[in-house]
């Protein structure tokens, strides 16, 4: 009898811990437009880049339009996970790892730029870890990790989110990467916008170059003003297409 009680109580306490996290996720989510994200067509700038991002619920396209140093238009297209590339408007044949480079930064910056939606699907798994304090502030502090199937090329990566205790909003988030040597960075939400039904915000872009880095001491190292800062991230001249 002791040992289905105490089975019971940690079931409990498991499901409980699960509740919790996805609770904070979807108020996060609501606060930046809810449902609405489910059937979006945006257009913004980023780096000098002309981005569309258009969703209808598990339907995508994500395109974006940049000219090389002769004038070419460059397009990439990516849709329901098939890219494709063209130059003045006809497609262009691609190496395999080429095309996987340029499909998975077009995929990035759509996967940052509506954050925290998409925090909720299947790939993703989430842990609430603790409440901590940055900058008199209270947060809740969420793991966030991947599948290797649908998680995407970077599906290793592990995320923290800081989401506000009162407001809701996510303030801060941080990740690990292998790409490139590996590293970690620290993101501060910046420019908070609302555009139509949506909020969409920039962010302070800080971090290290070295990919064992713990994540819990980035936001101890932003607090105390050691940590290095890298860029800005920021979406320009955001707008809804009817």
């Known amino acids: 009898m002791y040992k289905i009680l105490f089975s019971l109580l940690i079931a409990t306490s498991f499901t409980s811990c699960i509740q919790k996290e996805q609770e904070i996720i979807n108020d996060a989510i609501e606060m930046q437009g809810g449902s609405a994200f489910q059937k979006i067509h945006t257009t913004f700038s980023f780096r000098g880049i002309d981005y569309e991002l258009e969703r209808n619920h598990n339907d995508y396209t994500y395109q974006r339009t940049q000219k090389d140093s002769l004038g070419n238009s460059i397009t990439d297209v990516l849709k329901n996970n098939t890219f494709q590339r063209l130059i003045n408007n006809s497609p262009v044949s691609l190496a395999d790892t080429t095309a996987y480079k340029y499909e998975n930064s077009l995929n ?43 998680g995407g090329e ?20 941080a990740y690990s990467y292998e790409t490139s ?62």
């Open 181 to 242: 040597g590996g590293g970690v960075r620290f993101r501060e939400a910046i420019n908070r916008q609302k555009v139509g039904a949506y909020f969409f915000q920039d962010y302070n872009n800080y971090g290290y170059e070295d990919q064992n880095y713990d994540l819990d001491e980035l936001p101890v190292d932003y607090a105390n003003g050691t940590l290095p800062f890298l860029s800005k991230i920021e979406n320009e001249n955001i707008s809804l297409v009817p």
């Open 108 to 150: 990035s910056v759509a996967y940052f730029f509506f954050l925290p939606y998409g925090l909720n699907d299947p790939a993703v798994h989430k842990a609430y870890e603790k409440e901590v304090m940055i900058k008199d502030q209270n947060y809740h502090q969420i793991r966030v990790w991947f599948d290797e199937e649908g």
């Open 154 to 173: 970077d599906h290793q990566d592990i995320y923290k989110f800081w989401i506000n205790t009162s407001t809701k909003t996510v303030d801060y988030l």
